[in-house]
């Protein structure tokens, strides 16, 4: 079953340089540095690739490499596709601006099944005032400032969507580092049960199968809305309000396709595209001389 996923509409908003500071509330956040330029890319583009450097980022944080390396490599995939938009992948709506309070299903993150909608927009702008930041979206750019008008011209394009979407695209919006870590680390954990749950055939033993089972249970997802267009053949378009959702969605795709798309590298143990190198195996043509040279890493 090859399930198409379409999505033209939606592009995404990013800034040209990111940096990790620590806020008055004491969490390390990652956010766009104040010389930073905005712009924006489509989902569409690289979805696959996308896939792939967010599970390589989290393969890192599985392999427990150095913070220095880890942060490095964070900021890479930040600076190339955004922050994940957590704000409005974790409630059960992308319009929870509309109401007092916000709910949020089951997550790794936040504990609380409800919080109120201030104090949990509060924890994605720690460094300003949040009545400040729901203003800006309706005050006209500084004209003057070529920043200012970028930054507006993303606003603009995502004025359809949800409030909360568009307040992700501002700006002052941050992530908490953490919370970026712990999601890429989950989709890398994902990606490696998988690969081997399957490695070998189908696992014999009873208790192990069964704790792989169900350790991959816990990552289910939201599925964001979608509808079916009639063209050439019935197409799904997805309704996507979040870098998360996008990648999470695509990812469970990949995992779930099979053609088995996502291999693991033997020598380097990075994830790649199948088709992408002539060898089954391996990532590329030196790690595969690598891993005749040297065996296992
Ligand atoms: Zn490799």
Redesign the pocket.
């Known amino acids: 079953m090859n399930m198409e996923i379409d999505q033209h509409v939606i592009s995404w908003p990013c800034f040209s340089e990111y940096e990790i500071v620590t806020a008055p509330n004491g969490k390390r956040y990652i956010r766009p540095t104040e010389k930073s330029t905005a712009y924006r890319f489509h989902y569409r583009v690289e979805r696959e690739q996308r896939v792939i450097d967010a599970v390589n980022v989290g393969m890192l944080v599985l392999g427990q490499k150095s913070e220095a390396v880890i942060e490095k490599a964070v900021l890479e995939f930040v600076t190339k596709y955004g922050l994940l938009g957590l704000m409005t992948a974790l409630p059960n709506s992308p319009d929870y601006m509309e109401y007092e309070v916000t709910f949020l299903p089951k997550n790794r993150f936040i504990r609380e099944r409800s919080m109120k909608t201030d104090a949990y927009q509060k924890l994605f702008f720690p460094f300003h005032d949040l009545q400040k930041m729901r203003a800006k979206l309706e005050q006209e750019p500084d004209w003057k400032d070529p920043d200012s008008c970028l930054e507006w011209q993303m606003l603009m394009s995502l004025s359809d969507q949800p409030e909360g979407v568009m307040m992700t695209a501002l700006r002052e919006y941050a992530e908490p580092y953490d919370w970026v870590v712990d999601q890429l680390k989950d989709w890398a954990y994902m990606v490696s049960s998988c690969y081997f749950f399957y490695k070998d055939g189908f696992i014999t033993d009873l208790k192990l199968r069964i704790s792989m089972q169900e350790g991959m249970e816990a990552y289910g997802g939201i599925a964001p809305s979608y509808i079916i267009l009639l063209r050439e053949k019935p197409t799904l378009w997805w309704h996507f309000h979040s870098l998360h959702q996008c990648i999470h969605l695509t990812l469970s795709f990949m995992l779930a396709d099979e053609n088995n798309p996502l291999r693991m ?1 033997k ?2 143990k ?1 994830i790649y595209l199948a088709g992408t190198t002539e060898d089954e195996w ?3 043509e030196k ?1 595969k001389n690598a891993y005749e040279e040297n065996g296992d890493q």
């Open positions: 590298c020598y380097c990075k391996f990532c590329s790690c």
